[in-house]
C-alpha cells in the first residue's frame, strides 16, 4: 500500500484561540475515507488535536495532502517544503479555501493544487497523476455520495468531546466578506435526512456541532429533521451556526430546542445598521435583537460574533457593541477585526485601493488588523477590538454573572422554574477563560502591536519597509 499523510495545519502561536480551535475540518475526513477506500495507507493528522507541530521526522509517506485556511497557508507551506526534502520523490498536493484563491501562490511549494470541492478528483490524482498542475474540483451535486467520515484514520480523535457533522454545503446570502459562497456557491445543497440520521447514530460523544455555514437555511427541512433528531432521543446535546432569520420561525426554534439544541453561533457583525448595509449582510438591528429575545425565551444559549472595519464604523462602534452586548445579555461574544480574506469581495477592494498593510498570511485571522480602515487607523481598529474583548469580558462582570446564576438557581428551585440557563456556569467558565486568553493575547503580540503603531500616523508610508525593521 502507498502511504498517504494528510495534514491540517496549525496555527502560529500569535493566534492564542488555536489551542481551543481542535475540532478539524471535516474535508481531510471525506477524501481520507474514499482515499482509503481506493486501497491506500491513510494518516490523517490535525496538529491542533495533535497538540503540536509535526517534526520532521514524521513526515513519512509517498503523498503528502495539505488542506489549510489562508491563516495556516504559512505552516502548510513549511511542511510541504519539508516533506519534499525528506522524501523526494513523494508527491505534494494541496487544497482547501486559500489554496483554491491563491493557486499560482500555492503552486510555487507543491506539486499540484486542487481548487474547491476535491471528492471526484482525488483519487484519479493519487493513482495516475495528471499533466495539469491545477485540478478543478466541482461541485457535489449529490452529497449522499459522500462517504460517512472515518475518524479512526485522524490521530488523536479519541480526545475529541464534540463530534463535528456536516449536513449541507453552501449558503444562499453573499456576504461580501465571506468566502463561503466563493468556495461552496450561492446554491444550498443538503444531505438526505436518513444520511444525516446514520452519520448522528454513530456519536459516541457528549456534544455534536454541526458544521454547516447557514445549518437552518431551508425551514422545511430543518423542521423535518428536528422531528427526527427529538425522536430518536440521542443523549448529547448540539450547536449550530444560524442567521438571525431563522426566528422569524418561533416553532422552529421550540423544536430546535427539543432536539437538544444548546448554543446558536450567529454572526450578528455589527450593531450598526450601516455597516451591515456595507458588509451585504441582509439582517437589521431589529432583527439582531428579535433573534435574542427567541433564542433566550427558548433557553438556547446565543454566542454573538461581531466585525469591526467596515468602511462605516468609526471610532465609536467598539463601545456601542459591548453596550449592546451586555444590555442584551448575550452569552458569550466573539469580537474580531474585518479581515480580508482571497477570493472574497472585500479582498479585491482593499488589494485594489491600495489598503492592505501586508500578505503575511498568518495574522489573516480575525484578530489582527491588517489592512487600513476608512475612519481610523490600523492601530486604533486593532486597540478598539482588544478593549472591547476586555471590556465584555472583565471581572467585574463575571463577578456579576457568578451572582446571577446563585439566584438565578436558588429562584429556580423555590419557584418550580428551570430558567436560569441564561447565565450557565459553563458560561461562566468560558468567559473566564477569555478573559486570560485576552491577556496572552498581548503578551504575544506585543511586536505586531510596536508595528502598527509605527503606521499609525501615515500608513502609507513605505509599509514594507516599517514590516521588516519590525519581523
Not at 509517506?61 to 513549511?78: K, N, V
Not at 454572526?267 to 437589521?284: C, I, M, P
Not at 479582498?347 to 492592505?356: A, F, N, P, T, V
Request: proline share 3%; hydrophobic share 40%; glycine share 6%.
Amino acid at each position: 500500500m502507498k502511504k498517504v499523510l494528510f495534514v491540517e495545519p496549525k496555527a502560529v502561536e500569535a493566534n492564542v484561540f488555536a489551542k481551543f480551535m481542535n475540532l478539524p475540518l471535516l474535508g481531510p475526513l471525506y477524501l481520507g475515507t474514499l482515499i482509503r477506500d481506493a486501497g491506500f495507507d491513510v494518516k490523517i493528522v490535525n496538529e491542533n488535536l495533535l497538540g503540536r507541530q509535526l517534526t520532521m521526522n514524521e513526515l513519512e509517506g509517498d503523498f503528502l495532502l495539505l488542506t489549510s485556511l489562508t491563516s495556516t497557508s504559512e505552516r502548510a507551506y513549511e511542511l510541504a517544503r519539508q516533506f519534499k526534502q525528506k522524501n523526494p520523490h513523494s508527491m505534494v498536493i494541496m487544497g482547501g479555501i486559500h489554496a483554491t484563491f491563491l493557486k499560482d501562490e500555492a503552486l510555487r511549494y507543491v506539486d499540484y493544487v486542487v481548487t474547491g470541492e476535491g471528492e471526484e478528483v482525488i483519487v484519479d490524482l493519487l493513482k495516475n497523476g495528471s499533466d495539469q498542475r491545477i485540478l478543478e474540483g466541482k461541485l457535489l451535486h449529490k452529497l449522499d455520495n459522500l462517504p460517512l467520515p472515518d475518524f479512526d484514520l485522524l490521530t488523536n480523535s479519541k480526545r475529541m468531546t464534540i463530534t463535528p457533522v456536516m449536513t449541507s454545503r453552501g449558503c444562499p446570502y453573499d456576504c461580501n466578506f465571506c468566502s463561503v459562497t466563493k468556495m461552496f456557491g450561492q446554491g444550498y445543497r443538503t444531505l438526505p435526512i436518513e444520511r444525516v440520521m446514520e452519520e448522528l447514530r454513530r456519536i459516541t460523544t457528549d456534544f455534536v456541532f454541526f458544521y454547516d455555514d447557514n445549518f437552518t437555511a431551508n425551514i422545511n427541512r430543518t423542521h423535518e429533521l428536528m422531528e427526527r433528531i427529538a425522536k430518536e432521543g440521542f443523549r448529547f446535546n448540539w450547536s449550530a451556526q444560524v442567521r438571525t432569520d431563522i426566528t422569524r420561525y418561533p416553532d422552529l426554534v421550540k423544536d430546535m430546542k427539543k432536539a437538544g439544541c444548546d448554543t446558536v453561533y450567529i454572526g450578528f457583525e455589527s450593531v450598526s445598521n450601516a455597516t451591515l448595509d456595507g458588509l451585504s449582510k441582509h439582517q437589521t438591528i431589529d432583527d439582531i435583537q428579535r433573534a435574542i429575545e427567541v433564542f433566550h425565551e427558548n433557553s438556547i444559549r446565543i454566542h454573538g460574533m461581531f466585525i469591526f472595519g467596515g468602511d462605516e464604523d468609526d471610532k465609536s462602534i467598539f463601545k456601542e457593541t459591548v453596550d449592546f452586548s451586555v444590555k442584551n445579555k448575550i452569552d458569550t461574544v466573539q469580537y474580531m477585526v474585518l479581515t480580508p480574506l482571497p477570493g472574497t469581495e472585500t479582498y479585491q477592494k482593499l488589494e485594489s485601493e491600495g489598503r492592505l498593510l501586508h500578505k503575511m498570511w498568518h495574522y489573516y485571522d480575525g484578530l489582527h488588523a491588517v489592512f487600513q480602515p476608512r475612519n481610523m487607523t490600523p492601530f486604533e481598529l486593532q486597540r478598539g477590538m482588544l478593549e472591547a474583548f476586555e471590556d465584555f469580558y472583565a471581572y467585574t462582570r463575571l463577578l456579576n454573572d457568578a451572582i446571577n446564576i446563585v439566584y438565578d438557581k436558588t429562584v429556580g428551585r423555590v419557584v418550580g422554574l428551570i430558567n436560569y440557563r441564561q447565565y450557565p456556569s459553563s458560561t461562566l467558565f468560558i468567559k473566564i477563560v477569555a478573559n486570560h486568553i485576552i491577556k496572552k493575547w498581548h503578551r504575544l503580540n506585543r511586536e505586531y502591536m510596536r508595528y502598527l503603531v509605527q503606521l499609525k500616523t501615515s500608513v502609507r508610508k513605505s509599509a514594507q519597509a516599517v514590516r521588516l525593521n519590525v519581523f
